[in-house]
């Protein structure tokens, strides 16, 4: 009987082709399976960088457009009784922004406020956008509450082509000058300097025959200050800053016009002596339409006495 002779392989050698072959197959479906996870990721991260655009498009409309109101109550120790609870509306740096048509989010948001007296502390124009329109929106609205202006720094940029147009509206236009302000039998005064960002700023004339009832001095920028301490102001109004329309968390602006990086007065309120200081964050930008952590604001401030 023959026996055909068929090539025999060692059995040790057919198991071990069989297990490489079982690695190999593992190995494509690990790599199968790792590649459609990556795949997975790849979408998620797709998706999440749209979600993320989307929402930080969203917050970033959502700071520059949506407007807050801001309350501070400043004690004045020798305050007239007719002068108790008077409050003021201050308003600054426009930047010639409009909240809707005919400046109708922001008139609308005013109107809803009770205050005796506006005062406006400078940049309602921009030297990018010189048109006078929406700041004479809103101050036409403001009407016919006594309304007084110091200039800052856009508006000497763009000629003070603004200043007329004020006037005419009734505006009391402060420029190294005071006003005696009555109320009931008291008055109070009014002071205002010309730019001090620019050095326009002259206090010595601007108190020059003001006497000792309580003073409130409006000027554009906050390196005022320190003149305003020495001359015992009782309260400054500034704005420049746009509270440096960055802001954050726990350590505030970045960085701010005439005061360099992390900025000592960049927001808020600032006392020394018998001086308080308010900065307001203001209602428009320049430079960048952007504010981060620090939203447009209009700023209301009641008097009380001490
Ligand atoms: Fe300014």
Redesign the pocket.
Same mark, same amino acid.
């Given at each position: 009987m023959s026996r055909t002779l068929l090539p025999r392989f060692p059995v040790s050698s057919v198991r071990s082709m069989t297990a490489t072959l079982a690695r190999v197959s593992q190995r494509q479906i690990v790599l199968k399976q790792q590649g459609g996870f990556w795949l997975e990721v790849k979408r998620m991260s797709r998706r999440a960088f749209v979600l993320g655009g989307v929402g930080l498009l969203s917050y970033l409309y959502f700071e520059t457009h949506s407007i807050s109101v801001k309350r501070y109550t400043i004690v004045i120790p020798n305050l007239p009784s007719d002068f108790r609870s008077f409050t003021i509306l201050h308003l600054s +740096?426009l930047h010639s922004k409009e909240y809707g048509d005919s400046q109708s989010q922001l008139v609308d948001l005013v109107k809803k406020q009770n205050f005796d007296l506006v005062a406006i502390t *400078? +940049?309602l124009v921009a030297k990018g956008n010189p048109e006078i329109g929406p700041a004479i929106t809103l101050v036409s609205s403001l009407k016919p509450t006594p309304i007084f202006f110091v200039p *800052?720094?856009?508006e000497w940029w763009t000629n003070y082509q603004i200043r007329s147009p004020l006037q005419s509206l009734g505006v009391q236009i402060l420029e190294n000058s005071s006003c005696k302000f009555h109320r009931g039998h008291s008055h109070i005064w009014i002071l205002g300097v010309d +730019?001090p960002?620019l050095g326009r700023d002259r206090l010595d004339t601007a108190l020059v025959n003001v006497g000792s009832a309580p003073r409130i001095l409006l000027a554009?920028?906050p390196n005022i200050f320190p003149s305003a301490v020495k001359s015992s102001i009782d309260l400054v109004l500034v *704005?420049?800053?746009?509270g440096g329309q960055i802001r954050l968390p726990f350590l505030g602006a970045v960085v701010a016009? *005439?005061q360099g990086f992390f900025p000592k007065f960049d927001y808020g309120m600032y006392s020394s002596g018998s001086t308080t200081m308010i900065v307001n964050g203001g209602l428009g930008e320049?430079v960048l339409p952007v504010r981060f952590n620090n939203r447009p604001e209009i700023v209301l401030i009641t008097l009380k006495s001490g």
């Open positions: +740096d *400078g +940049d *800052g720094n856009h +730019d960002y554009h920028a *704005g420049h800053t746009h016009p *005439g320049s």
